[in-house]
């Protein structure tokens, strides 16, 4: 007996609370962090906007795209236009991601509901894991690397560290300690909610945009302007791919290395004080620190390529080179140390809001009676040494497919969200029937939406031969399959845009008009509440008694908090 109350002990201890008072509802399919978003927590205005897609601009990865596609065979020009066009694209469906999460104040883990029922959601939620697991480690590699700069910078001993590790590992030892303090320096920033994030981004934000442009500034002054590689033309002697199919190949890598953080867009646009605000601080941001990042990576990369006759396309070794690898002048290693670090802060905090949190969440969508935002970010940490992201780093060639990989099977995701949002409901979905099993209108066949999972298959079986193909360098197979590949993300959402859309014209599931009476999560202002024809909740009309309820709209707003506490009764629509 006493090891039963123990155990119960434990479980009420482990357990999350929500405030009542709140609507902070806390069972199986909610709790704080996944219900309706009230208007005290949407804290982001266009600047908190504008510093989270600066965090994915400002950081080594969109430095090195250029670099990446010059490799690829496209002269400057042309990778250039590829930024461009790919910047463009993830603008537009980033916001059609996250144009729910703007309206209804809900994000990636609960907007799935509506679409492939209350238990096929975890089906798209599954693999959102893995993804955050996989990036959170691969950010955490490219943060260690930046801190052996850092490292070195102070004490230029640690490079001569032997390395006992083999070359199988694709890691040295000296990585390992960089991955090691990197991700450990990351942990307390997973303690801060996402509603105040507004100062990291300023911070962060301010630091590495000026130490990107003071590299830039040194190194056109070293080399007393660009080198070679800003003008080599298009090279792509013995290539079976024309200049087109390369371009398209990196557009659909470069779209692919930020699908994970489109297809979540709700996530954060939740957080959004307005729709304005998120489309002012997105656009700012993607047309001018994004195109700008790369271009000066480009610019820099050239340039030292005629200060040191070779070509350093990622800035770690970019940065040792330049202090020699801690055996140059004091003055170059002071200057290194500060740049390091301004890259190592972006990295992380980077990491922590687009990779770590997003894991929290979809972690929470999971096991939401034990499993909060900061709990799930931190698991999402753990699991970074199970993920080993130095094999995925091991190259050039292999890092560009995993890039590109991701989108195969995202991009038919985001073609379900957005033919249903949009199309089949008209941006109108019933919030209440989204925490509850019982008589949900998204219960649909035992919780999964039978419509949803041939629309996701659709989409991605004519890619994924391609995608084997290419991760395993196949040369021998067919033309068709690389081609397919190449465009991948195109092909996979509007095939399950189309599919989606058809089986519901076909087949109609019956809930597409399911609409709530009232907010019973508190989750909108009086005037976002009536614009959806919803009756505010109460806390909505304090300080408005211009607005108070009428008879009718109380009948409206008792029925539907009752609906939520007794799922067998049904909400009118």
Known sequence: MSFRRNVSRVNELVKLHGDEAKHEQTDSWANRD????????????????????????????????????????????????????????????????????LTYHIGFTIQNRYSWGMRGSYIPLIQRVMLNFIWTAIQCYT????TNVIITAVWPSFQDIPNHLPASANVTTQEMVGFFIFWFCSLPFLWLPPEKFRLPFLVTSIYCSLGMISLLIWSLAVAKGVGPLFTQGTNTTGSRWTIPWIMLNCINSNIGSTAAGMVN??????????????????????????????????????????????????????????????????????????????????SGFQNVCGNAVAGGIDLAGMFPRYINIRRGAILTFLAAWIVQPWQLEAGAATFLTALSSFSVFLAPMMGIMTADFFLLRRGRIALSHLFRLEGSAYYYALGFNLRALPAWLAGWAPTVGGLNAAVHADDSAPRALYELYYVSFFIGFFISFSVFLALNVLFPPGNLDTTDDADVYGAFTASEARALGLVPAPEALDGEPELAYGEAEKVAYGSAEKAVEDPD?????
């Open 34 to 101: 996944l219900i309706p978003l009230p208007p005290s927590r949407r804290t982001w205005g266009w600047f908190e906007f504008f510093g989270y897609w600066t965090l994915n601009s400002l950081n080594v990865s969109v430095w090195q795209l250029p670099n990446t596609f010059l490799s690829a065979g496209l002269s400057v020009k042309q990778s250039m236009a590829v930024i461009v066009v790919s910047n463009v694209i993830i603008t537009m469906f980033t916001s059609f991601c996250a144009w729910c999460g």
């Open 143 to 146: 943060g260690g690397l930046l």
């Open 265 to 346: 867009g709700s996530d954060f646009s939740r957080y959004g004080k307005s729709k304005s605000a998120f489309i002012i601080g997105t656009i700012s941001c993607l047309f001018a620190v994004g195109i700008i990042v790369s271009f000066m990576g480009l610019v820099v990369t050239s340039a030292a390529q005629n200060i040191y006759g070779e070509i350093y396309w990622n800035p770690p070794d970019l940065l040792m080179r330049i202090m020699g690898n801690g055996r140059g002048s004091a003055k170059s290693r002071v200057a290194c140390f500060f740049l390091a670090l301004g890259f190592a802060l972006t």
């Open 569 to 573: 009764e049904e909400i009118k629509v």
